[in-house]
Nanobody, 124 residues
Framework: QVQLVESGGGLVQAGDSLGLSCAAS????????MGWFRQNPGKDRDFVAA????????YYADSVKGRFTISRDNAKNTVYLQMNSLEPEDTAVYYC?????????????????WGQGTQVTVSS
C-alpha cells in the first residue's frame, strides 16, 4: 500500500510562484510513476504533470507547459511540483498520485494511489 501526503499549498497572487511536495511511503518511489492532478468543485480531476520512474521522462498539460516543473528525489521519496507565473485559472485542489506503471502517465486511469489534496488559490 502506498501513502501520499501533499504539502505546500496556499494563497498567492497572480504571477507568483509556489512549490508543492508529495511525500510517499509504503513502497520505494523509484518503482512508481508519479503525477499531479487538479480539481475544482463540480469539475473533473485534470492531469497537470507526470514523471517516469527514473525521472527521464516528464509530461505536462498544455495549460501549464513552460510554467510548471515536476521533479523527483527518489532518495527522499518525494515528488515536487514547482509552479511559476501562476494564474487565477490555476486555482484548484492539487492531488499527488502514484502509479505502478511507467507508461500512460498522463491518464488518470494509470493511477491507483492518491493523496488527500492541497488547496492552491491564486488571486488576481
Amino acid at each position: 500500500q502506498v501513502q501520499l501526503v501533499e504539502s505546500g499549498g496556499g494563497l498567492v497572487q497572480a504571477g507568483d510562484s509556489l512549490g508543492l511536495s508529495c511525500a510517499a511511503s509504503g513502497r520505494a518511489l523509484s518503482t512508481l510513476g508519479m503525477g499531479w492532478f487538479r480539481q475544482n468543485p463540480g469539475k473533473d480531476r485534470d492531469f497537470v504533470a507526470a514523471i517516469s520512474w527514473g525521472g527521464s521522462r516528464t509530461y505536462y498539460a498544455d495549460s501549464v507547459k513552460g510554467r510548471f516543473t515536476i521533479s523527483r528525489d527518489n532518495a527522499k521519496n518525494t515528488v515536487y511540483l514547482q509552479m511559476n507565473s501562476l494564474e487565477p485559472e490555476d486555482t484548484a485542489v492539487y492531488y499527488c498520485a502514484a502509479s505502478l506503471q511507467n507508461y500512460g502517465l498522463a491518464s488518470r486511469a494509470a493511477y491507483g494511489y492518491w493523496g488527500q489534496g492541497t488547496q492552491v488559490t491564486v488571486s488576481s
